[in-house]
């Protein structure tokens, strides 16, 4: 297994080599310089530097986020963007804010990663078996990447994914997340008839590519505050796409539980 983690300073996590292998980390260093969505550097920057007033000691990171994991994943999970106060904080996807813990937990039960919190992109954390990326890296006004964003982003997605051959499940968080996944094999040329539908725990079977298995993908939704404080997603829901999803890749049980 082969991760990473970062011990750096903000400014210079983006530059981290620790543990990947040279082409994953050309992808995430050219991630990390992408100005292609002129709306979104400006918000992102503009958030850094305006900053929330629980964190107006800390630096944000302020640039696109990378993915982050076990280069020798199986199981993909995409999100949606990055969140202005957390990621668009911290560096690291999902990390910084409850959405971030409530995943972690999730995953943390479930055997893919080895602490139930991030908190921030020092703290340590590593995942076995799962890499974490999002459909847009840059995080957008209100969540709301416009259709043109996500299009333009999933060239990161597809060089990201490229460097992560061992991937069999895809579990989109997320309907966007989902959405922007189908988009991403279309352009690579499945034909998706009839396309699948985003719902949670839903399962949907990828056709062959020029004879190449593809990733079968999952659905969960997304673990937003609206979601989780509403009870339209629980624990024991998340748990279960993930339970689910490791048996989809042929991966064994967690440790001490059933799957
Ligand atoms: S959203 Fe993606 S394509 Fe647009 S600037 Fe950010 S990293 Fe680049």
Redesign the pocket.
């Known amino acids: 297994m082969n991760r990473l983690s970062s011990t750096r300073p903000p400014a210079d996590r983006a530059s981290s080599t620790i543990s990947l292998p040279l082409r994953l980390n050309a992808v995430r260093e050219a991630?990390v310089s992408?100005?292609?969505?002129a709306r979104?550097?400006t918000y992102c920057k503009r958030v850094a530097r305006e900053k929330k007033r629980a964190h107006r000691l800390e630096t944000y990171w302020g640039r696109?986020v990378p993915g982050f994991g076990d280069p020798e994943a199986r199981v993909l999970l995409v999100g949606l963007?990055p969140a202005a106060h957390g990621a668009n904080r911290t560096g690291r996807g999902f990390t910084g804010d409850g959405s971030g813990d409530f995943l972690m937990s999730a995953l943390h039960r479930t055997g893919f990663a080895d602490m139930p919190t991030s908190r921030h992109a020092d703290d340590g954390l590593q995942l076995t078996e799962a890499y974490i990326v999002s459909a847009?890296?840059?995080a957008p006004p209100d969540n709301k990447?416009t259709p043109e964003?996500i299009t333009?982003?999933l060239?990161?997605l597809g060089a990201e994914v490229d460097e992560l051959p061992r991937v069999r499940v895809v579990v989109a968080l997320g309907k966007i997340g989902f959405d922007a996944w189908l988009q991403f094999q279309r352009r690579r040329g499945l034909s998706l008839s009839p396309r699948p539908q985003f719902g949670h725990g839903v399962v949907a079977p990828m056709p062959d590519r020029d004879g190449i298995p593809q990733p079968v993908l999952v659905g969960c939704y997304h673990p937003s505050r609206q979601n989780t404080n509403t009870g339209k997603l629980t624990a024991e829901m998340m748990e279960g796409v993930f339970r689910n999803a490791r048996k989809l890749a042929g991966l064994s049980p967690a440790p001490g539980r059933r799957a």
């Open positions: 991630i992408c100005a292609q969505c979104l550097r696109p963007a847009v890296r840059c990447p964003e333009r982003c060239g990161h």
